[in-house]
């Protein structure tokens, strides 16, 4: 369905990375992990882009996505929003979504690539689902870690979620990870993998590189799923 609105709520989730929040209708339903189209306005006309609702549909009266500010012209237009200006809304559209009949999931992202796995993680946790999580979450460093607040918390209101954070630029404070998400790291923290179905999203480049792992060690097709994130 197609909505104008109007921007309800922007929040700093992280020095580069902003949540923009709108009124959620009643008769406006998803899953968690679609999409939706956001048009807004870059001076006299109209700009349209696709971003994964980060909020989750237990989320009443809200909808949300989230996106990193990558100093593009939509990202800046983005940016520059304020609370009350208008922005049009078309969703919900896509097949990457939590399937609650799932006893074992394994999740692998990195940076803002996190934002539909947010939005299934809430899902799952509010809703109370008999279902083992476990995430593996790349970062460059502790500063660029979206949601980690959030992420923690789930992980202490259930004890079926594990949440691995791991940085490539860590300092020297950082103890856990200090590399990409390898097989090795999969292996050790997700030691029942087989038993898992597993999705990733990211940028082209690191989805790609998840894919390859995770045939690596045996998976098949079937039990992957994966969600490309554009860069603007």
Same mark, same amino acid.
Not at 74 to 103: C, R
């Given at each position: 369905?197609?909505?104008?609105?109007?921007?309800?709520?922007?929040?700093?989730?992280?020095?580069? =990375?902003?949540?923009?929040?709108?009124?959620?209708?009643?008769?406006?339903?998803?899953?968690?992990?679609?999409?939706?189209?956001?048009?807004?306005?870059?001076?006299?006309?109209?700009?349209?882009?696709?971003?994964?609702?980060?909020?989750?549909?237990?989320?009443?009266?809200?909808?949300?996505?989230?996106?990193?500010?990558?100093?593009?012209?939509?990202?800046?237009?983005?940016?520059?929003?304020?609370?009350?200006?208008?922005?049009?809304?078309?969703?919900?559209?896509?097949?990457?979504?939590?399937?609650?009949?799932?006893?074992?999931?394994?999740?692998?992202?990195?940076?803002?690539?996190?934002?539909?796995?947010?939005?299934?993680?809430?899902?799952?946790?509010?809703?109370?689902?008999?279902?083992?999580?476990?995430?593996?979450?790349?970062?460059?460093?502790?500063?660029?870690? =979206?949601?980690?607040?959030?992420?923690?918390?789930?992980?202490?209101?259930?004890?079926?979620?594990?949440?691995?954070?791991?940085?490539?630029?860590?300092?020297?404070?950082?103890?856990?990870?200090?590399?990409?998400?390898?097989?090795?790291?999969?292996?050790?923290?997700?030691?029942?993998?087989?038993?898992?179905?597993?999705?990733?999203?990211?940028?082209?480049?690191?989805?790609?590189?998840?894919?390859?792992?995770?045939?690596?060690?045996?998976?098949?097709?079937?039990?992957?799923?994966?969600?490309?994130?554009?860069?603007?």
């Amino acid at each position: 369905m197609k909505l104008e609105t109007e921007v309800k709520e922007i929040l700093l989730r992280t020095h580069n =990375v902003k949540s923009f929040r709108f009124p959620r209708p009643s008769r406006f339903e998803y899953k968690p992990g679609q999409f939706m189209f956001v048009t807004i306005k870059i001076g006299d006309r109209e700009a349209k882009k696709h971003f994964t609702i980060s909020s989750s549909p237990t989320e009443s009266g809200l909808l949300e996505f989230t996106k990193k500010l990558t100093g593009h012209e939509f990202s800046n237009a983005l940016d520059a929003l304020n609370v009350g200006d208008w922005v049009q809304i078309d969703g919900p559209y896509g097949k990457f979504t939590l399937d609650e009949d799932l006893s074992k999931i394994g999740m692998l992202s990195g940076g803002i690539g996190i934002t539909p796995l947010r939005s299934m993680i809430k899902y799952s946790t509010d809703m109370k689902l008999d279902c083992d999580i476990t995430l593996l979450y790349a970062n460059r460093t502790e500063e660029d870690i =979206v949601f980690r607040e959030e992420l923690e918390g789930f992980r202490q209101k259930r004890g079926n979620l594990k949440v691995v954070f791991t940085l490539t630029g860590a300092d020297e404070n950082w103890t856990g990870y200090s590399r990409r998400i390898d097989k090795e790291m999969i292996l050790k923290e997700i030691p029942d993998y087989k038993k898992r179905v597993f999705f990733t999203c990211g940028p082209p480049g690191l989805v790609t590189s998840m894919e390859t792992l995770l045939k690596e060690v045996g998976m098949s097709q079937d039990r992957i799923r994966k969600e490309y994130f554009p860069g603007y």
